[in-house]
C-alpha cells in the first residue's frame, strides 16, 4: 500500500481524529499518532502534504479546518447523505403549513426561519415568509426549486431617525424620476447546514429560486468548517453572484431554541438577547442586478398568493411613503375592506 493508502486505511479504521473542528490535531500532533502505524521507510516530510491531499478529498474520512491549521474527522458520507436527504424530501413534502403550536415549530429549519426573519428586521429590512405547501398545486416537479423561503424587502430610500425607520419622499422622488429602483427584493434559501453531498444541490436550489429577483442568498445556521467545501461555496457564489453567509449555531443549539411561532412573538429586547449571542459571517457578498424578471415573476404571482401580496405590499408602501411591514399591511387592508 502506499503511504496514503496507509494514511487513510489507518483514518477510517482508528478512533485517531477529533470529530469536532474545535478540537482539531494540528499536523504534528497527527504525524506523531500515526507515525508508528505506517509501514514503510517514509520521511516525516511526506506526511503533511499526505494529509493535505486527503482533505481535499471529499469522500476521505480527514477534513482541515476552515481559515485555521489543523485536522479533524469528516463525518461518513452515507450517514451525511441519509441525514440530507431525509432533510431535503421533508421540505419538498406535502405538509401542513405552518400553525401556531403545530408540529413544525419545533422542527430545526422553521427555528431557523423564524429566527432569520426576526435577525433581518433589527437591520431595517423587511422579511415575508414564503410558504411552500400553500402554493397552487401542480404536476410532480412543476414547481421545485421554484419558491425562496424568505423574501427580503430592503429599501434604498430609508433613514433611521428619532421616530424610526422612514422613506424620505424626496429621495423615493429623485429615484424615480432617475429611473432607480426605491428598493431592492432578496430571495433568500435557508439551509439548517450543508455537507460535501448536499451543498450543490442546495446551492443551485438557491440559483433557481432566485432568478426572479434583484439578488439571490444562501444562508445556513451551522458554519462550514471545511476548508474545501469553504473554497468550493466562494468560488459557486463568486461565479454565479450568490451571497452566501453562515451563522454560527450548532444543531443542538438550534434545537435549544424556542419554537418557530415563540421566536416570532417574542418582544425585541427578549430577540436581542439571542441575536448578540450569534455572529454572521459573510463568505460571499453577492451581486445585485439592475432589475426584476416581470415574465418569471408573472408566473411566481400566478402560483402562489404570497407573491401578488408583496407587490400590493410594496406598491401600499410607495404611495403612503411609509414602510409598512407585511403584517402592518395586512392589517391595514382588514381594516379598510370592513365594513363602518
Known amino acids: 500500500m502506499t503511504l496514503r493508502e496507509q494514511i487513510r486505511h489507518i483514518l477510517e479504521t482508528r478512533n485517531i481524529l477529533p470529530d469536532h473542528p474545535d478540537h482539531a490535531l494540528s499536523g504534528t500532533e497527527l504525524l506523531e499518532r500515526i507515525r508508528p502505524m505506517v ?120 433613514e433611521s431617525g428619532d421616530s424610526g425607520f422612514f422613506l424620505d419622499s424626496a429621495v423615493l422622488d429623485v429615484r424615480r424620476g432617475l429611473g432607480e429602483q426605491p428598493f431592492l427584493l432578496t430571495s433568500v434559501e435557508l439551509k439548517v447546514d450543508l455537507s460535501f453531498s448536499t451543498f450543490r444541490e442546495f446551492f443551485f436550489q438557491c440559483v433557481s429560486n432566485s432568478k426572479w429577483a434583484h439578488s439571490a442568498a444562501l444562508v445556513v445556521a451551522c458554519p462550514v468548517s471545511d476548508a474545501l467545501l469553504s473554497k468550493e461555496l466562494r468560488r459557486l457564489g463568486t461565479s454565479y453572484g450568490v451571497a452566501i453567509s453562515t451563522f454560527d449555531f450548532s444543531r443542538d443549539e438550534l434545537a435549544s431554541l424556542p419554537s418557530a411561532d415563540e421566536l416570532m412573538k417574542m418582544t425585541e429586547e427578549e430577540f436581542e438577547k439571542i441575536a448578540e449571542q450569534r455572529k454572521d459571517n459573510t463568505l460571499t457578498a453577492g451581486t445585485v442586478r439592475p432589475g426584476l424578471d416581470w415574465d418569471h415573476l408573472q408566473d411566481l404571482k400566478t402560483q402562489s398568493t404570497a407573491f401578488s401580496e408583496i407587490f400590493g405590499w410594496i406598491a401600499r408602501c410607495l404611495r403612503d411613503s411609509k414602510p409598512y411591514t407585511m403584517r402592518n399591511y395586512q392589517e391595514l387592508t382588514r381594516i379598510e375592506g370592513r365594513p363602518g
Open 39 to 158: 509501514v514503510g521507510s517514509y520521511t516525516e516530510t511526506s506526511f503533511p502534504p499526505t494529509f493535505s491531499i486527503l482533505a481535499k478529498d471529499p469522500t476521505s474520512p480527514i477534513a482541515r479546518r476552515e481559515g485555521r491549521f489543523g485536522y479533524y474527522r469528516l463525518p461518513a458520507v452515507q450517514q451525511a447523505t441519509k441525514i440530507e436527504d431525509d432533510a431535503v424530501q421533508s421540505a419538498e413534502s406535502d405538509v401542513a403549513p405552518l400553525q401556531e403550536g403545530g408540529a413544525r415549530n419545533d422542527q430545526l429549519e422553521e427555528k431557523f426561519r423564524a429566527f432569520f426573519i426576526r435577525y433581518a428586521t433589527l437591520d431595517n429590512r423587511f422579511p415575508v415568509h414564503i410558504e411552500h405547501v400553500i402554493a397552487q398545486r401542480q404536476r410532480a416537479g412543476v414547481n421545485k426549486w421554484k419558491f425562496p423561503d424568505v423574501v427580503v424587502l430592503d429599501w434604498m430610500a430609508g
